[in-house]
């Protein structure tokens, strides 16, 4: 019931459907205990659409929708990638920097991204496939942080 704050404007295509993931800087600005999220949009013609409430818990040590037995390294969904987008979540034990690399069967990189300074423990992100021009194959990702490194095989489907 407190003030709408903007989090994400100009959200692309209206014809497709939206994954949202709460901006880390949002959450931090929270404070722990019970709350509830609602998503308000408004349509360049002025119309608005409220989602109902979904109710969360905030702490400080763990966040929303982190996977929870992830100590270290990452998991990648889905697998096989069908779509555009391959989400990555990721953990680290150590504050630092992170990247995240793509490698082919021939082991050329086909995407190099780094993720930049990253606290220690959980945290989420996306690889827009779509827009680096991966094709279809087999490749391996490889995550890099301060203690820890994994590579784990993927498959994007066309």
Avoid: C
């Amino acid at each position: 019931d407190g003030p709408w704050r903007s989090v994400v404007s100009r959200i692309g295509d209206p014809t497709k459907q939206l994954e949202w993931t709460m901006p880390i800087l949002a959450l931090q600005e929270i404070a722990p205990g019970m709350h509830q999220l609602r998503l308000r949009a408004v349509d360049l013609a002025g119309q608005v659409a409220v989602t109902p409430p979904w109710s969360f818990a905030h702490s400080p040590i763990v966040g929303v929708d982190q996977p929870p037995t992830l100590a270290a390294g990452m998991r990648l969904w889905p697998n096989p990638a069908r779509g555009a987008t391959l989400r990555m979540a990721f953990a680290q034990p150590r504050a630092g920097q992170a990247r995240v690399r793509l490698f082919d069967v021939a082991g050329r990189t086909v995407l190099d991204r780094a993720l930049g300074w990253q606290p220690a423990g959980a945290s989420e992100t996306a690889l827009d496939l779509a827009a680096q021009r991966i094709p279809a194959g087999l490749y391996f990702v490889r995550f890099d942080a301060p203690g820890v490194q994994q590579t784990e095989r993927i498959i994007r489907m066309p």
